[in-house]
């Protein structure tokens, strides 16, 4: 598959986010960031290239109650180092979400080098409040562009 093909395909069906939790077994008071990707489709072989180009998770989509009826969904996903990598090589070819893509580059800069691979003890506060706020922004931008495409949608009598 080309990088061509892949972001095209990640601008259509991908998303790409920034995780703020706190480990249920750990003793850490501060919760860690994680970058992640996921692309859905209802073709798993495509998906099932993904994993093995890249690494990541495949699984069955979780479907709500609006999917019943309809076919079955596939999931890749992946995070941190995996996502970076994925981010990174089809970043020069995708259109929509090239700004979120962006943020979580360099958010997975701030988490890999400035503080550390997978170090958060003794986080400065500077830091947690910029991952704080490029999370927020990678989530305006993905609400804008779902924003966008159902305007468009409804415009166009929903064709």
Same mark, same amino acid.
């Given at each position: ?7 095209g395909?990640?601008?259509? &069906? ?11 077994? /750990? %003793?850490? %008071? ?11 489709? +209802? /073709?798993?072989?495509? @998906?099932?290239?993904?994993?093995? @180009? ?6 069955? #989509?979780?479907?709500n109650? !609006?999917?019943y ?5 596939? +999931?890749?996903?992946?995070? !941190?180092?995996? #996502? &970076?990598?994925? @981010? ?7 259109? *929509? ?7 979580? *580059?360099?958010a997975?800069?701030?988490? !890999? ?12 506060? &500077?830091m947690? &409040? ?7 922004? *990678? ?9 966008? +495409? ?9 064709e």
């Amino acid at each position: 598959m080309s990088l061509q093909y892949l972001a095209g395909l990640f601008d259509g &069906e991908g998303s790409v986010g920034l995780l703020k939790y706190l480990p249920k077994k /750990c %003793k850490r %008071k501060n919760s860690i960031h994680v970058v992640y990707v996921t692309i859905s489709n +209802q /073709c798993p072989l495509v @998906l099932l290239e993904l994993k093995k @180009l890249y690494g990541g998770t495949f699984s069955k #989509a979780v479907l709500n109650e !609006s999917h019943y009826g309809k076919k079955q969904v596939w +999931q890749w996903r992946a995070s !941190s180092v995996i #996502a &970076e990598t994925f @981010l990174k090589e089809i970043f020069p070819f995708v259109i *929509i979400k090239h700004e979120q893509i962006k943020y979580a *580059i360099i958010a997975r800069y701030f988490i !890999s080098r400035n503080l550390g691979l997978n170090n958060y003890y003794g986080k400065p506060i &500077e830091m947690l &409040e910029i991952l704080d706020k490029i999370k927020i922004k *990678i989530s305006q931008l993905n609400h804008k562009n779902w924003m966008f +495409q159902e305007i468009m949608g409804n415009g166009n009598n929903g064709e």
